[in-house]
Antibody
C-alpha cells in the first residue's frame, strides 16, 4: 500500500528542537519530490519545505536557518529537523509527496502534532 | 509571495445544491493551480490540478475552471460527504502558497 506515516511530534519548550520522521511505503522517497506542510490549530495550510529528487532543498522564509529537510534512502524515510522552535511553529505537520514535476501535493500522511509551549 | 484569496469564507448549502467556490491570485499564475478538500481530522486530498484536471478517483461532480488570477471550483450537486473545507494552491512561484480556505457546511 502506498502511504506516508509521520511521527516525532510532541510538546517542546520555546527554543527547543524536535525531529519529525515520515516513513514511506509502496514507493521510493528518493525518486520523488517530498515536502512538509503544516497547519496551525484551526488555521489554513502552509508549505514549509521541499526536497528535490536530486537532494536540493527549499524552505519558506519563516523557517529558513532553523529547519532542515533531509531523507534517509536506506530507510525510505523523510525527516524535518526543527531547531529554535517558536510558539508560532505550533501546528500539525503533514508529510506529502508531490505529483512529479507539477509540485502539487498528491499523497499526504495523517500528520504529527507539534506544540511549542512553556 | 503570491497571495491566494478564497471566497466566500463559508458556504451554507443543502445536499443536492450546486456549490461555487472562488480563489483569486494576487498576480497571474497561468493554470498552475490546484484545489484540495479537507475533512475534520484528516489530511487534505488533491481534487483538481492545473486548474481544471481532476485527480485520480475524483468524481465528475467536481470541476475546476479559470486561468490567470481567477479560479473556480464547482460541485455540481452536493453529496453528504462533500461538506468539508476546500483550499486552493498555486505552484507558479516560490514559495508554494495556499488560500485561507472555504468551508462548505450543511444549511
Amino acid at each position: 500500500e502506498v502511504q506516508l506515516v509521520e511521527s516525532g511530534g510532541g510538546l517542546v519548550q520555546p527554543g527547543g528542537s524536535l525531529r519529525l520522521s515520515c516513513a514511506a511505503s509502496g514507493f521510493t522517497v528518493s525518486s520523488n519530490y517530498m515536502s512538509w506542510v503544516r497547519q496551525a490549530p484551526g488555521k489554513g495550510l502552509e508549505w514549509v519545505s521541499l526536497i528535490y529528487r536530486g537532494g536540493n532543498t527549499n524552505y519558506v522564509d519563516s523557517v529558513k536557518g532553523r529547519f532542515t529537510i533531509s531523507r534517509d534512502n536506506s530507510k525510505n524515510t523523510l525527516y524535518l529537523q526543527m531547531n529554535s522552535l517558536r510558539a508560532e511553529d505550533t501546528a500539525m505537520y503533514f508529510c506529502a509527496r508531490l505529483t512529479g514535476d507539477d509540485w502539487y501535493f498528491g499523497l499526504w500522511g495523517r500528520g504529527t502534532l507539534v506544540t511549542v509551549s512553556s | 509571495e503570491i497571495v491566494l484569496t478564497q471566497s466566500p469564507a463559508t458556504l451554507s448549502l443543502s445536499p443536492g445544491e450546486r456549490a461555487t467556490l472562488s480563489c483569486r491570485a494576487s498576480q497571474s499564475i497561468s493554470i498552475y493551480f490546484a484545489w484540495y478538500q479537507q475533512k475534520p481530522g484528516q489530511a487534505p486530498r488533491l481534487l483538481i490540478y492545473d486548474a481544471s484536471n481532476r485527480a485520480t478517483g475524483i468524481p465528475a461532480r467536481f470541476s475546476g475552471s479559470g486561468s490567470g488570477t481567477d479560479f473556480t471550483l464547482t460541485i455540481s450537486s452536493l453529496e453528504p460527504e462533500d461538506f468539508a473545507v476546500y483550499y486552493c494552491q498555486q505552484r507558479s512561484n516560490w514559495p508554494l502558497t495556499f488560500g485561507g480556505g472555504t468551508k462548505v457546511e450543511i444549511k
